[in-house]
């Protein structure tokens, strides 16, 4: 066929096949106590449990919990070769967020060369270390420090309405253990076990505080044995040490105190109809 009587193509071809869209690196400025890093994504990496660690310090660092936490820990050292605190709450802080629930387990955290010193930390802990440690603050300046920084925490959360959620966990037991008793055990009938009462923002899910009791006080109204109050105020001290808020202070004047004048009794309209229908 010749040349003049070949099909002309009236309508351009339309667009080719796309290129293959490669996403843009994002590189994100984060100020940790070892200074100012750039995080950059990358899509074909191997995925790490502590990849986002870099944002958590960041913001530790812009609240100033983390230091606070440090500063306020009752740990004591006298011997000039003891570690700093700041590690070894450090080493605890790491091994917490890795999902360690040994001692043992804190070996892992030396194969991290990255967060230890975005922490501010010169080395991390031994296990040892932080057994000693753990041994020798007191536990009533322990308690007390922990508490406290823990409402600091969630305090400013609670000045909007909220309600307390109570869960209770079972965690059945193997050997002899203080307070192992028989108790209501789904998973394993006739083990003893420790029950875990836990206190929550309800929704935010934010924990306020986790109670370990003996295995047959699984329900919610026990109270802890070391800081319960006489029962006919234990709601009310139980909601002030929770929140910091008292329920005996006016919250209009933050003076008065409001006190418990009388109980009235139940209206007759509120007690069910009996109906003789002999």
């Known amino acids: 066929m010749s040349d003049e009587k070949a099909l002309v193509e009236i309508h351009p071809k339309g667009e080719g096949p796309a290129a293959e ?10 100020d940790t106590f070892a200074g100012k890093i750039q995080v950059k994504w990358v899509p074909e990496a191997a995925v790490s ?16 919990r983390f230091d606070a936490w440090v500063e306020e820990c009752p740990l004591q050292y006298t011997s000039p070769n003891a570690p700093r605190k700041r590690d070894v709450l450090g080493t605890i802080l790491l091994s917490v967020l890795s999902g360690h629930w040994r001692y043992a387990h804190m070996n892992a955290v030396r194969g991290d060369g990255v967060n230890p010193e975005l922490l501010g930390m010169t080395k991390v802990a031994s296990e040892d270390s932080v057994r000693r440690a753990s041994i020798g603050m007191q536990e009533e300046d322990s308690d007390q420090w922990m508490k406290r920084h823990l409402r600091a925490s969630y ?16 965690k059945p037991l193997y050997g002899h253990q203080e307070d192992a008793k028989l108790g209501y055990n789904p998973s394993k009938p006739g083990r003893p076990s420790h029950v875990y009462h836990s206190y929550f923002i309800a929704n935010l899910r934010v924990v306020l505080e986790v109670e370990v009791q003996a295995g047959n006080q699984t ?8 800081t319960a109050s006489p029962p006919e105020q234990e ?3 139980r909601y002030e040490d929770l929140t910091g808020c008292s329920l005996r202070q006016c919250p209009q004047c933050q003076r008065g105190r409001m006190v418990l004048v009388a109980i009235l009794p139940k209206s007759p309209d509120n007690y069910p109809v009996s109906i003789d229908s002999s």
């Open 21 to 30: 869209m490669q996403p843009l690196e994002t590189v994100t400025s984060v």
């Open 49 to 64: 449990s502590l990849g986002l660690m870099p944002f958590f310090i960041e913001f530790l660092k812009t609240s100033g």
């Open 155 to 170: 305090e400013p959360l609670l000045e909007e309405p909220w309600a307390l959620d109570v869960d209770s966990t079972v």
């Open 219 to 226: 329900a919610s109204s026990f109270p802890d044995p070391h």
């Open 235 to 237: 709601y009310r001290d």
